[in-house]
């Protein structure tokens, strides 16, 4: 049984910083893909971020240059360091594992709430 933890979503203003966290834990062998996406009210789920076992990191357009993903092997977490926010990034906040647990499939956390005020 794999479990993915999420934390460090919230209120913010215009201009403001988060960072998101995310835990995985359980019968985990390896993990691949650590990614974030995010879904706002009545639209699809976008890819924002993501990073591979060897630390390479591709961002969305929308987010290069403001957002920071990184992870920490030994913890199996990653995390996604949001700066420069703006009222469009306001969304519910999913990170996404690829990892190998007797099988290789993908994780979805339970979702954080980003709110951004302009």
């Known amino acids: 049984q794999v479990q993915l933890v999420e934390s460090g979503g919230g209120l913010v203003q215009a201009g403001g910083s988060l960072r998101l966290s995310c835990a995985a834990s359980?019968?985990?062998?390896?993990?691949?893909?650590m990614a974030w996406y995010r879904q706002a009210p009545g639209k699809q789920r976008d890819f924002v971020a993501a990073?591979?076992?060897?630390?390479?990191?591709n961002y969305a357009d929308s987010v290069k240059g403001r957002f920071t993903i990184s992870r920490d092997n030994a913890k199996n977490t990653v995390s996604l360091q949001m700066n420069s926010l703006k009222p469009e990034d306001t969304a519910v906040y999913y990170c996404?594992?690829?990892?190998?647990?007797?099988?290789?499939?993908?994780?979805w956390g339970q979702g954080t709430q980003v709110t951004v005020s302009s």
């Open positions: 996404n594992v690829l990892l190998w647990a007797g099988v290789r499939r993908d994780y």
């Open positions: 359980g019968s985990i062998i390896s993990i691949n893909r």
């Open positions: 990073i591979n076992s060897g630390g390479s990191t």
